[in-house]
């Protein structure tokens, strides 16, 4: 890990203002803004941002690293290709408003590169009309993993773009904080985000309904400002360790690889190990590049435990057993906002950018930060 010992911390949490243009379906939103406040402020006007699946996750932060909207992101893309411009406070003092035309490499680099160039006090990006959602979760116990994940695969293989699906395996704690039926078990949990019908949405996963009894069933039409109930994701912060890394595909060997290291036969501490399924305009090059390039893996694997503060050593050989588990089917790099405490080291950050991309972002660095003032991050040092 990266010590944070005489450095400045810089809290956004005042500049969070929200503004919704309806005439250009576009929203300006400030550094501190949360996503549940746009979603809010845009449903009132018919429209919806590329969110992720969090209430409470920054806007800036999110749409910087790519931002992977588990709702609307196979239909449209990353949310780091709505950006239309951003102000930034660069290294020497100065408040720039950069976009595909003024200052385009810094605006390439902050879109995938993150708190690396600077503070980002402002963001514009444009939104799409609300679309008809249908959408939940299905609760399965554990004698049911087998064939809901074979359903799950029957579900992918004819999914079309506006369905975006994953699933998690979950041991959640014997706590009050948890629902009920989650305490204490090993449940595995299918999300299921549907544009369109119900009805076409009912088609769409009758085989996971057709393979199991769910525990609890609340995959049904939906408003658009519900869709952080989809993956129920805590609001509270936790002392978490987490790793992820995309996989090429997930065929029957993989999801037998992955029961076997983590499903409910192991014993493993991990609380979460999630697949969330790619592709889609997801894997389509945006009108405006950017230095978000990883976009042709199909899935998504994360890794999360909970513990007490100081104890990613102790996770560690926990979490690398499920990734070496799952390397048959990874793909090279990583989603950047997946990138956690265990990857600040340099190798890390340049295997999850990839060297070409790595090294672009490097010289607008020198560029721009020569003195490498914006280092406790998953760190881009200055070229030379």
């Known amino acids: 890990m990266v010590s944070a010992d005489g450095a400045v911390l810089i809290n956004l949490r005042r500049i969070n203002d929200v503004s919704i243009d309806a005439g250009t379906s576009s929203a300006v939103v400030g550094g501190g803004s949360q996503w549940q406040d746009v979603v809010d402020a845009a449903a009132e006007v018919g429209l919806a941002p590329l969110a992720g699946s969090s209430p409470n996750v920054g806007v800036v932060g999110y749409t910087l690293g790519g931002g992977v909207s588990p709702t609307l992101g196979r239909a449209h893309g990353f949310a780091a290709d709505w950006v239309q411009w951003v102000e930034i406070v660069t290294p020497d003092g100065q408040l720039r408003r950069v976009d595909r035309d003024n200052e385009p490499e810094l605006f390439w680099a902050v879109r995938g590169g993150k708190g690396n160039f600077g503070v980002v006090t402002r963001m514009r990006f444009q939104m799409v009309p609300t679309p008809p959602l249908f959408g939940g979760g299905l609760y399965f116990a554990a004698e049911h993993v087998g064939p809901v994940l ?9 999914a079309p773009d506006g369905l975006s699906i994953s699933f998690a395996f979950l041991r959640l704690p014997d706590a009050p904080f948890v629902p009920e039926f989650l305490r204490g078990r090993f449940t595995l949990h299918v999300r299921v985000a549907y544009l369109g019908s119900a009805a076409e949405g009912e088609k769409l996963i009758a085989p996971l309904r057709a393979a199991a009894p769910p525990m609890v069933d609340t995959v049904a039409e939906m ?30 060997a993989a999801i037998e690889a992955l029961v076997n290291a983590a499903g409910p036969e192991t014993g493993t501490p991990l609380v979460m190990v999630e697949v969330r399924h790619l592709g889609g305009a997801l894997a389509r090059p945006p009108s405006t590049p950017s230095a978000v390039l990883r976009r042709d893996a199909s899935f998504q694997l994360f890794v999360a435990a909970v513990g007490d503060p100081g104890m990613d050593e102790a996770f560690r050989p926990e979490i690398q057993s499920v990734l070496d588990a ?18 600040t080291n340099p190798e890390g950050v340049r295997a999850a950018y990839g060297p070409d991309v790595f090294d672009r972002l490097a010289r607008i660095k020198h560029r721009y930060d020569q003195g490498n003032m914006f280092r406790i991050n998953h760190n881009i040092a200055p070229a030379n």
Do not use: C, K
């Not at 074979?150 to 004819?158: G, P, R, S």
């Not at 936790?238 to 997930?250: I, S």
């Open 326 to 343: 799952m390397r048959p089917w990874s793909a090279e790099g990583s989603q950047i906002n997946f990138l956690t405490a265990y990857d």
């Open 150 to 158: 074979a359903a799950f695969q029957d579900v992918v293989a004819h």
């Open 223 to 252: 408003p658009f400002a519900a869709i952080a109930g989809i993956h129920a994701d805590p609001v509270d912060p936790l002392p978490a360790y987490e790793r992820g890394t995309f996989l090429r595909e997930l065929p029957t």
